[in-house]
């Protein structure tokens, strides 16, 4: 059974600090990955999606990365703001493209 | 473009009574996705469609849950004789892909208490 674990489960920076969001799979034999943001009492909104045969994708500030042979992906957040404030979830794909199995997130706060 | 929407977006009834939730996809995606997230844990995967066609169901979709999506267009998810257990954040999400690249698009989410 695939099991999702995101380290640091909280983080809180001053602003203007690049951060690291670690995320890990027990199985590495995932497919895609996505990184979600979630505000407080919200849905997901999808940030990034590394497809099978990529090994990162950028969107804006934001810096994914996704090594298969290790179970590991990294979201890297370039010069953090306060609207950057929200919980993290990565999630890995099954081959097939279906379920989502997500870690429990990361919760992160970006202080003025 | 509009994205997925969920009805109602809050729920709340008493132990014992039935529930309904409606999901409305992203128009033409032809995948649909249900979740169930509880406070402080990531979203787990409950049941997902291709079209109409119910695909796969999560052994967490007890016999009191069901859900359809006729004509592969909306979805509907039933809570039978609702528990306090169920008391959870239900959140729909959709996808399109050629190939294995589907990106799912998340709905805002239906938020039900079981008082």
């Known amino acids: 059974k695939q099991e999702v674990t995101q380290i640091p489960a909280a983080l809180s920076v001053p602003e203007g600090e690049n951060l690291v969001l670690n995320c890990s799979f027990t199985?590495?034999?995932?497919?895609?990955l996505q990184w979600f943001r979630q505000d407080p009492g919200k849905g997901l909104t999808s940030l990034l999606l590394?497809?099978?045969?990529?090994r990162e994708q950028t969107s804006g500030r934001l810096n994914a990365s996704l090594d298969k042979s290790s179970g590991r992906s990294t979201l890297y957040i370039a010069a953090s703001q306060p609207g950057d404030s929200a919980t993290y979830l990565c999630?890995?794909?099954?081959?097939?493209?279906?379920?989502?199995?997500f870690g429990a997130g990361t919760i992160l706060r970006v202080k003025s | 473009d509009t994205g997925v929407s969920q009805d109602p977006r809050h729920k709340i009834t008493k132990r014992g009574q039935n529930v309904t939730f409606r999901c409305d996809p992203i128009s033409e995606h032809n995948r649909l996705y249900w979740y169930r997230q509880t406070l402080g844990q990531g979203p787990e995967f409950l049941t997902y469609f291709q079209n109409e066609a119910q695909l796969e169901k999560s052994r967490l979709l007890s016999d009191r849950f069901s859900a359809e999506r006729p004509k592969g267009s909306f979805s509907t998810l039933e809570i039978q004789r609702t528990e306090q257990g169920d008391s959870a954040m239900y959140l729909c999400?959709?996808?399109f892909g050629t190939g294995f690249s589907y990106e799912q698009y998340f709905g805002p989410g239906t938020r039900l208490t079981v008082t």
């Open positions: 590394i497809q099978s045969s990529q």
């Open positions: 999400a959709s996808s």
């Open positions: 999630a890995g794909s099954t081959w097939d493209g279906n379920k989502l199995v």
């Open positions: 199985d590495s034999a995932i497919y895609n």
